[in-house]
């Protein structure tokens, strides 16, 4: 079976200040992996996906994320925070039969 | 934009009633997704269907949930002989098939049982 562990539950920052979420999954067969993102009022956004070559990818936003397959991990980064970056993040991991699994969210606070 | 519809927004009901959500996936998507979100949780999968086949349902669902989705378009959820312990946000998200698996999102149904 899958799962996602988030190491953060809620991360407080300063504007500027750098972010990196932590995210583990566990499963032993090919993956794909996402962040997803939830503003104060708003749905699920998707905000960057992994699936196959480069294990770095960029999103919106200025987000980007690194699978490190040796690891198990899918940890989400921004170099400068914003203010606007307040929101929950979610990291998912799915195979190709569909379901998604995610983690138990991240809350992160910006401080203007 | 005619992205995931959910219908209603919110519900309140009280202990023992029956309850049905609606979701419109993105019209173009064959797959479609529930998922059941409590405070401070991810969402957990419910169940997803690839057109009108009910594909996989997870042991979250108990026999008071069912859902369908008859027409390989829009699906219903619905809870019989609501429990307290049902109170939860409920999500549905959308795929096309050979899209890598992204799943689209709709607002959600926030359900409150009395």
């Known amino acids: 079976a899958q799962s996602v562990s988030q190491h953060n539950h809620h991360v407080i920052l300063s504007e500027a200040a750098s972010l990196e979420l932590g995210c583990n999954y566990s499963y032993g067969g090919t993956v794909n992996l996402f962040w997803y993102v939830q503003y104060p009022g708003q749905h699920l956004q998707l905000l960057l996906k992994?699936?196959?070559?480069?294990?770095l990818v960029k999103g919106i936003k200025g987000f980007e994320a690194e699978f490190i397959k040796s690891k198990f991990s899918f940890n989400l980064r921004k170099p400068s925070v914003q203010w606007s970056d307040t929101a929950e993040y979610f990291c998912?991991?799915?195979?190709?039969?569909?379901?998604?699994?995610f983690g138990d969210g991240t809350t992160l606070t910006v401080k203007p | 934009d005619t992205g995931v519809s959910q219908d209603p927004r919110h519900k309140i009901t009280k202990r023992g009633q029956n309850v049905t959500f609606r979701c419109d996936p993105i019209s173009e998507h064959n797959r479609l997704y529930w998922y059941r979100q409590t405070l401070g949780q991810g969402p957990e999968f419910l169940t997803y269907?690839?057109?009108?086949?009910?594909?996989?349902k997870s042991r979250l669902l108990s026999d008071r949930f069912s859902a369908e989705r008859p027409k390989g378009s829009f699906s219903t959820l619905e809870i019989q002989r609501t429990e307290q312990g049902d109170s939860a946000m409920y999500l549905c998200?959308?795929?096309?098939?050979?899209?890598?698996?992204?799943?689209?999102f709709g607002p959600g149904t926030r359900l409150l049982v009395l």
């Open positions: 998200a959308s795929s096309r098939q050979g899209d890598q698996e992204t799943q689209y």
């Open positions: 998912a991991v799915n195979t190709n039969a569909g379901k998604s699994t």
């Open positions: 269907f690839q057109n009108e086949a009910q594909l996989e």
């Open positions: 992994y699936f196959s070559g480069d294990p």
